[in-house]
């Protein structure tokens, strides 16, 4: 079984998610297997304005361990990124790092500004 | 299964909610039609061309988030106008193409960095196929907005001609302002659905790649599908500067 653990900059109660990569999707969002998918599945939540499209960053993700295990970025994601708020060499949009390794121990953060961020702005 | 609403038991801090009743419904054609959306209350909804909001849709047994383009413009102020397909099996466009006038939608927004918010300095090509006219459109009145403003061109394809959206608005803005060119594609009803993005491949090709040494240009790019990332590798591995080339694919 893989394992997300979710912490949360804001200091809300981390969550810790078991899942098998194999049984993807999850959910009805993100790329299947992505932690958007996981997190919606069990009830915890990630913004995705933008439906999981990689249309937007309100999924912005900063993975704190196991990026080895996640799919590698592509293109779209990057530029995306690149717009972000509070970049960092580690961030990622959670509706397109998908978990790849059933035996994958993945820690991301939810940055406090994903979380309170009213709007995106230009 | 998921809920990926405002109920989630860790959920912080949550956006601001709005409130809105559909004030009219046009229809483009069968499958497409825009929603114009009043605010309930006095509510300052402030947005960029090129942003889109993101409907809260209330489902048998869950919400789900789906984002919609903004087709008016700021200067427009209310209602804002969204428009969408007739997805088949697509969960939320069923569900609006279930409301009528006078139901009330909640979203959240504006979101969004696909966008222009004010006349550009280069000369600018705006390409879309159908509905992916929706954020370019505020677009394209923003950046003729000046009179002197570089070049501008869009080129939007469709199958039918009533996919062609909002195509005598642009006509007369052509007519008007010789600094602005539109220049539609119709592909034809019997043509396959990916025809709409090869055919901007190719002109696009033809016009801004094969056509000149000229890379003193912008793009902004909408579509759906491959079309969108096959346009962004063609232009920038032609030398056009990365963020001249800007998009967004659904």
Redesign the interface.
Known sequence: MARLR?I?E?G??E?VIEFNPADAP????GQPGSILDV?????????????G??????CHVVVKSGMDKLSESE??ED??LD?APGLTPTSRLGCQAVVESDDAEIVIVIPRFT???????? | ????S?S??????Q??TCIATIERIFNHNAETRSLFLRLTGAIDFNF?PG??I?LELPLANES????YSIASSPEDGQPLEICLNLVPGGV?SHYLFGLHVGDSVSF????????L?RSPELETIFIADTTAIAPIRPMIRRALADREHPPVRLHHAAQIADGLLYRSEFEVAAANDPRFSFEPALLGSNAESSAAGAFLLDQVNRRYVAGDDDRKRQFYVCGVGKMV?EL?DLLRSAGYE?RAVQ????
């Open positions: 979710i949360y804001s809300e109660p969550r999850f959910s009805h969002d997190m919606l599945a069990n009830h915890v939540h990630l913004e995705h304005a933008c439906g499209n990689c249309a937007c960053t309100t293109e779209a530029d995306l717009k979380i309170n961020q009213v709007s995106e702005q230009h | 299964m998921s809920e990926p405002n989630g038991k860790s959920a912080p801090a956006r601001a960029v942003q889109f993101s789900i988030v789906r984002p939320g959240t927004g504006p979101f969004g960095r696909f966008t918010d990332f962004r990365r998009y967004e694919r659904w």
